[in-house]
């Protein structure tokens, strides 16, 4: 799997949006773009996922650059429940397959302040 | 919502004793998955299994480690005798099918090592 950059820590404030980017530049065409988080103590939870077009879903918006070099998780509103790490995850589609395993980095440890 | 569960939640044992960590998929999975997350480390990949046999395993499952899903229902991790690096958290997850792409993780288990 291709190999994301993330910045190791970011801080918001409560209510505000985040954007949380991630750096993919050796991205394959049949990479997906998946996005996790892990809550303090809690197993890694699904957020998001996208390939070229940007996505919405309850959680959280997914903009994909163009050239898919890199992407942008959105929090719309960030609670203080939304403190956790983010990890930004190439997955491809076809080896490995969308069944295969996930390739954890290190994600980002996002900071919500009252 | 169903959701992965793990058993039992923390483990303590003594180094070289085996230990068995169980896992409750949801019920119309197909792929189940076993990570492990040192403290203050990267969710590592161990293993994936489906249709009964293991898919892929990474360089941590050696000898020592075992998966099987016994009674079609519980999905289980073994590691026969335990080291004292063998202390992490562990976690269970799964996946509906092929063309699904999120991954539902469980609450994980905490194994120590004495």
């Known amino acids: 799997d291709a190999k994301t950059t993330q910045p190791n820590s970011m801080e918001s404030n409560e209510e505000e949006p985040v954007h949380l980017p991630c750096n993919h530049s050796t991205i394959s065409g049949t990479d997906y773009i998946h996005w996790y988080r892990q809550l303090p103590s809690q197993g890694p939870e699904y957020v998001i996922h996208g390939l070229t077009s940007n996505v919405n879903n309850r959680m959280a918006s997914l903009a994909i650059a163009e050239d898919r070099k890199s992407s942008t998780l959105i929090l719309h509103r960030a609670t203080l429940r939304d403190a956790a790490v983010y990890y930004c995850i190439l997955r491809d589609k076809f080896y490995g397959g969308s069944q295969g395993n996930l390739i954890f980095g290190k994600g980002t440890k996002l900071s919500v302040k009252p | 919502e169903p959701e992965v569960t793990q058993t039992p939640s923390h483990q303590v044992t003594q180094m070289g004793q085996e230990v068995i960590l169980r896992c409750v998929p949801i019920s119309n999975h197909l792929y189940f998955y076993w990570y492990r997350q040192i403290l203050g480390q990267k969710v590592e990949f161990l293993v994936s299994?489906?249709?009964?046999?293991?898919?892929?395993k990474s360089e941590i499952f050696d000898d020592q480690f075992s998966v099987e899903r016994p009674d079609g229902s519980n999905f289980t991790l073994k590691i026969r005798s335990t080291k004292l690096e063998d202390s992490a958290m562990y976690f269970c997850?799964?996946?509906?099918?092929?063309?699904?792409?999120?991954?539902?993780f469980g609450p994980g288990t905490r194994l120590t090592v004495l």
């Open positions: 299994f489906y249709n009964n046999e293991i898919s892929e």
């Open positions: 997850a799964t996946q509906r099918g092929a063309s699904y792409n999120e991954q539902f």
